[in-house]
């Protein structure tokens, strides 16, 4: 079975200082990859997604991902966060074969929260 | 703006009472839905896959008939939690793909208390 396991579950950051949230998933087959982001009192918003091809993707509001399929992560990064960032983070996966459309399975999130 | 409506929003009720939860999508067709249950300081966890026009695929461990799913259109899928009780208290959460667009759309989530 599907499983993604974020080890950071809550991250305090001032504002400049560079963001790093892991994410490993458990699944023996090709999969896609995602983080959505939840901002408080908003539904969830896709950040970026893995698909194939470059294993290094970035997303909107200057995050970016890397793959790295040796280790069956999919960390999130950001150089420089900034106070409106604060949110709850997301990573997940679902089997290759669904792209964008079918059941995820989500890690437990990360709560960042970024001091002015 | 929101592409999946949800509603309610909030919801509290007494304990035995059926509650339902409307999942929409605004402006496509969405054969197949998903609803997830999200626990305080816990993952979303997906309970059910939504199927317009035959029965919801039940994820494990899910009770089908504590939580009663109808897809009746291609845009509105149902949620019932029937005879709720305190422990079905919850932040309940629907998505819709949009296949076209190959992207996954969320509602905003509706809150479950229940007395």
């Known amino acids: 079975a599907q499983s993604v396991s974020q080890h950071n579950h809550h991250v305090i950051l001032s504002e400049a200082a560079s963001l790093e949230l892991g994410c490993n998933y458990s699944?023996?087959?090709?999969?896609?990859l995602f983080w959505y982001v939840q901002y408080p009192g908003q539904h969830l918003q896709l950040l970026l997604k893995?698909?194939?091809?470059?294993?290094l993707v970035k997303g909107i509001k200057g995050f970016e991902a890397e793959f790295i399929k040796s280790k069956f992560s999919f960390n999130l990064r950001k150089p420089s966060v900034q106070w409106s960032d604060t949110a709850e983070y997301f990573c997940?996966?679902?089997?290759?074969?669904?792209?964008?459309?079918?059941?995820?399975?989500f890690g437990q999130g990360t709560t960042l929260q970024v001091k002015p | 703006g929101a592409v999946v409506s949800q509603h309610p929003s909030r919801v509290i009720c007494k304990s035995g009472t059926s509650v339902k939860i409307e999942c929409r999508s605004l402006?496509?067709?969405?054969?197949?839905m998903f609803w997830y249950r999200q626990f305080p300081k816990k993952s979303l966890m997906l309970m059910a896959t939504?199927?317009?026009?035959?029965?919801?695929?039940?994820e494990q461990g899910v009770e089908k008939d504590k939580f009663l799913i109808n897809h009746a259109s291609l845009t509105l899928s149902t949620l019932t939690v029937t005879s709720a009780h305190p422990e079905d208290s919850s932040f309940y959460i629907c998505?819709?793909?949009?296949?076209?667009?190959?992207?996954?759309?969320f509602g905003a989530g509706t809150r479950l208390s229940v007395l």
């Open positions: 998505s819709a793909p949009n296949v076209a667009k190959n992207i996954q759309y």
């Open positions: 699944y023996g087959g090709t999969v896609n």
């Open positions: 893995y698909f194939s091809g470059d294993p």
């Open positions: 997940a996966v679902n089997a290759g074969s669904s792209s964008n459309t079918g059941k995820l399975i």
């Open positions: 402006d496509f067709q969405a054969t197949t």
């Open positions: 939504s199927n317009e026009g035959s029965k919801a695929t039940y």
